[in-house]
């Protein structure tokens, strides 16, 4: 089983939707959350961090972490053709010793117009 | 500076050389994190700094890799004998602290021929 599992994608929406992407994680010790947006050919650009259970909303982009089901989101309203790109889930369990972010494979979301 | 600088961008190395990859962190970030990310694949863990120390070298795929970081600041990373395998971007990021957002640079894509 892998730390860090993301749907397969890839995702296809049109331009206007709402976009869905999923996450969970095996380490029951993971304590923080990240979503993390990659174009082709770029760096990964963090786009959220989440540390409590529930929602966190940032413009068009809600997080929502549940620890009890190892379970994290990000929902993406109003999708745009410039949302187009992978999208990599990362948890960390924190702590001096254990600092390491562990990604997903990431889920490669297209936006049509 | 700004944000997290990697140098060089492009390196291409002639199999058998040795090659070092240097990261500048965020001024101030006292952790500092080694990513690799082959064509098409997910990030690949290398290793962590807290400060000058590295907590978790887990990453590192043989003793032909090393890394240091002095000063709490700039990283090295050293490939040693390289192998075409070796080819990939080489992403460096760094956090104010272990639980805080991490931050990626813009990456050291290596070509061994």
């Known amino acids: 089983q892998k730390e860090v599992e993301q749907n397969s994608g890839p995702l296809s929406v049109p331009e206007g939707a709402i976009a869905s992407l999923n996450c969970t994680y095996s380490d029951r010790g993971s304590q923080s959350f990240f979503w993390y947006r990659q174009y082709s050919g770029k760096s990964p650009e963090l786009i959220m961090s989440i540390y409590s259970n529930g929602d966190k909303e940032d413009g068009r982009f809600t997080a929502q972490l549940n620890k009890a089901s190892q379970y994290v989101s990000l929902l993406i309203r109003d999708s745009q053709p410039s949302d187009s790109a992978t999208y990599l889930c990362?948890?960390?369990?924190?702590?001096?010793?254990?600092?390491?972010?562990?990604f997903g494979q990431g889920t490669i979301l297209t936006v049509h117009p | 500076g700004a944000g997290v600088s990697q140098s060089p961008s492009n390196k291409v190395t002639e199999k058998g050389k040795d090659v070092e990859l240097r990261c500048d962190p965020i001024s101030g970030h006292t952790a500092l994190y080694w990513y690799r990310q082959s064509l098409g694949q997910g990030l690949e863990f290398l290793i962590y700094?807290?400060?000058?120390?590295?907590?978790?070298k887990s990453g590192l795929p043989s003793d032909r890799f090393s890394a240091e970081r002095t000063g709490g600041s700039v990283s090295t990373l050293t490939i040693q004998r390289t192998q075409q395998e070796d080819s990939a971007v080489y992403l460096c990021a760094s956090s104010l602290f272990s639980e805080a957002e991490a931050f990626f640079g813009q990456g050291t894509r290596l070509t061994v021929v």
């Open positions: 700094f807290q400060g000058n120390s590295a907590p978790d």
């Open positions: 990362a948890a960390r369990r924190g702590g001096t010793s254990y600092g390491k972010l562990t």
